[in-house]
C-alpha cells in the first residue's frame, strides 16, 4: 500500500539553527500539507501546497518557515532559525489523486523536532 | 476552532462495539462529517466520512443524524489496537488545499 514517508524520524538541533524535514508524499497526490503537534496537544495545520505554490497557510507559519517541492517526488519544510518553541512532532500529508483535494490525507509517521 | 465537541475520553470492552459520539450543530450543507485516528503520537489515519447517508467500510461505519447535527463512529469489534485519539472534523473543499482542523479528540481505551 502507498505511504508518505518522512526524513528523519528524529532531530535535536540548537536553538536558532536551520533545519529542513522531508517528505516523500504518495506519487499520484497533487496536493500536500505540513502539520505539527506540539507534545501533548492538538494536531495543528501549518500550510498546503499545491501546483507548486502554497495554498492555504496558517498563523503558525511565519516567515521562518518555507516549504517547497524541489523535485517531483520530494516535498520539504525548512524552519530557518528554530525556537524552542519549535519542538514538536511535524506530520507531512497528501491527498488528491484527481478530482480536487478531498478530506481523505495520507499522514506520515512524523519528524520529531527537538530544540535545545 | 473546532466546529466539533466530542467527549475527551471513552472506555469500551475487547470485542464490543465501539460507539463514538460528536456534535457538529452548526454544520453547514455542504460540510463533510471526517473521522480520523491518532494511534500514540503516530500520523493521524483516516476512517470514514460521510455527508448525509449512513455510511459503512473495513474499518467502521458512520450514522449521521438526519438534521446532521451529530454523528456517531461504530467500531463494530473493538480490538486493543483500536485504542487511540478519534477525531471527528467537519470540512468543506475551498477549491483549494484546505487544512483539516483537529480538535482534543476522545481518547478511546479498549479493555480487555
Known amino acids: 500500500e502507498p505511504e508518505v514517508t518522512q526524513t528523519p524520524s528524529h532531530q535535536v538541533t540548537q536553538m536558532g539553527q536551520e533545519v529542513i524535514l522531508r517528505c516523500v508524499p504518495i506519487s499520484n497526490h497533487l496536493y500536500f500539507y505540513w502539520y505539527r503537534q506540539i507534545l501533548g496537544q492538538k494536531v495543528e495545520f501549518l500550510v498546503s501546497?499545491?501546483?507548486?505554490?502554497?495554498?492555504?497557510k496558517s498563523e503558525i507559519f511565519d516567515d521562518q518557515f518555507s516549504v517547497e517541492r524541489p523535485d517531483g517526488s520530494n516535498f520539504t519544510l525548512k524552519i530557518r532559525s528554530t525556537k524552542l518553541e519549535d519542538s514538536a512532532m511535524y506530520f507531512c500529508?497528501?491527498?488528491?489523486?484527481?478530482?480536487?483535494?478531498?478530506?481523505?490525507?495520507?499522514f506520515g509517521e512524523g519528524s520529531r523536532l527537538t530544540v535545545l | 476552532d473546532a466546529k466539533t465537541t466530542q467527549p475527551p475520553s471513552m472506555d469500551c470492552a475487547e470485542g464490543r462495539a465501539a460507539n463514538l459520539p460528536c456534535n457538529h450543530s452548526?454544520?453547514?450543507?455542504?460540510?463533510?462529517v471526517y473521522w480520523y485516528r491518532q494511534i500514540h503520537s503516530q500520523g493521524p489515519q483516516y476512517i470514514i466520512h460521510?455527508?448525509?447517508n449512513n455510511e459503512t467500510n473495513e474499518m467502521a461505519s458512520l450514522i449521521i443524524t438526519e438534521d446532521r447535527k451529530s454523528s456517531t463512529l461504530i467500531l463494530p469489534h473493538a480490538t486493543l489496537r483500536d485504542t487511540a485519539v478519534y477525531y471527528c472534523i467537519v470540512w468543506v473543499s475551498g477549491g483549494g488545499a484546505d487544512g483539516l482542523t483537529f480538535g482534543k479528540g476522545t481518547h478511546l481505551i479498549i479493555q480487555p
Open positions: 452548526t454544520i453547514s450543507g455542504n460540510e463533510y
Open positions: 460521510g455527508l448525509k
Open positions: 501546497f499545491y501546483n507548486n505554490e502554497i495554498s492555504e
Open positions: 500529508a497528501s491527498s488528491g489523486e484527481s478530482g480536487g483535494p478531498g478530506g481523505e490525507l495520507f
